[in-house]
C-alpha cells in the first residue's frame, strides 16, 4: 500500500459515515462504504427469496450479485445487477437482516476481497467494522469510533421517521451484539487503532480530530 489509507470503524451510530465523508472531502480522497456492499448483497438476497436463517444456502449464493460500489463522497453510489439500490439498501427489512448475511464467511471473503480491490493504491477513507482489523490492517490510520448507546439511538432515530430512541437502542443493541460476537471477523478495536468518543462532539470536531491525526502520521 503507497498511498493514504484512513479506516474508520465502529458500531451503527457512532457517526462513522458523516465523518468518513468529511474527511475524504476535506482531502480530497476516495470514500468506500462497506456496510453499503453487505446491505446491498442483503437485499439482493432479499429479493432473490433466499431463506436468511439457513447459512448454508446464503453462502452458495454469496458469489452471484454483480457488486459495483462508487467511491465519490459528495455521492456514494452503489450498485447491484446494474440496479442502483442506494435508497432501497437503508430500509428497514434490509437492516434487520443485513448482521446475518454479514455473518456467513462466504460472504464476507468475497466482500473483503473486492474491498481490497477498490482500495488499491489508497488515497481512502474506508469505514465499516473490520477494516483496521482485517481488510486494511497496515492503514495509515485506523480510528475506532463510539459513542453512548443512547446518543447513538438518538442520532439515528433523527434520520428516520416512525421510530422512537427506545425502539432503536433495542434495534442497534441486537446489530451490534450480533457483529460483535460473531464468529469471522466480529467488530473490534485493531490493534493500533486511536479510539475517538464520539458522544460529546458535533460531526465537525469529529472531522478535526482525525484530520489532526492524518496530520500527525503524514
Ligand atoms: O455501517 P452499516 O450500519 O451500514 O453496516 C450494516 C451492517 O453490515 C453492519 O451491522 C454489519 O453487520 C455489516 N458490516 C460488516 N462489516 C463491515 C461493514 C458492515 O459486517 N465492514
Known amino acids: 500500500m503507497t498511498g493514504l489509507v484512513v479506516a474508520m470503524d465502529g458500531p451503527s451510530g457512532s457517526g462513522k459515515s458523516s465523518a468518513s465523508r468529511g474527511v475524504a472531502r476535506a482531502l480530497g480522497l476516495r470514500y468506500l462504504d462497506t456496510g453499503a456492499m453487505y446491505r446491498a448483497i442483503t437485499w439482493w438476497m432479499l429479493r432473490k427469496g433466499v431463506d436468511l436463517s439457513d447459512q448454508a444456502a446464503i453462502a452458495s449464493r454469496a458469489d452471484e450479485p454483480v457488486l459495483v460500489s462508487g467511491t465519490d463522497p459528495e455521492s456514494p453510489a452503489i450498485q447491484v445487477d446494474g440496479v442502483d439500490v442506494a435508497g432501497p439498501i437503508r430500509s428497514q427489512e434490509v437492516t434487520a437482516a443485513v448482521s446475518l448475511v454479514a455473518a456467513v464467511p462466504e460472504v464476507r471473503a468475497r466482500l473483503v476481497a473486492l474491498q481490497r ?41 433523527a434520520e428516520l421517521t416512525g421510530t422512537s430512541v427506545e425502539a432503536q437502542q433495542a434495534a442497534m443493541a441486537r446489530r451490534d451484539t450480533l457483529d460483535s460476537t460473531r464468529k469471522t471477523d466480529p467488530l473490534s478495536m485493531a490493534v493500533g487503532a486511536v479510539e475517538l468518543d464520539t458522544t460529546a462532539l458535533n460531526l465537525d470536531e469529529v472531522i478535526a480530530e482525525v484530520l489532526r491525526l492524518i496530520k500527525e502520521r503524514a
Open 117 to 157: 480491490e477498490i482500495i488499491g493504491s489508497g488515497d481512502i477513507v474506508v469505514e465499516g467494522r473490520d477494516i483496521g482489523t482485517v481488510v486494511a490492517p497496515d492503514a495509515t490510520l485506523k480510528v475506532y469510533l463510539t459513542a453512548s448507546a443512547e446518543a447513538r439511538a438518538t442520532r439515528r432515530t
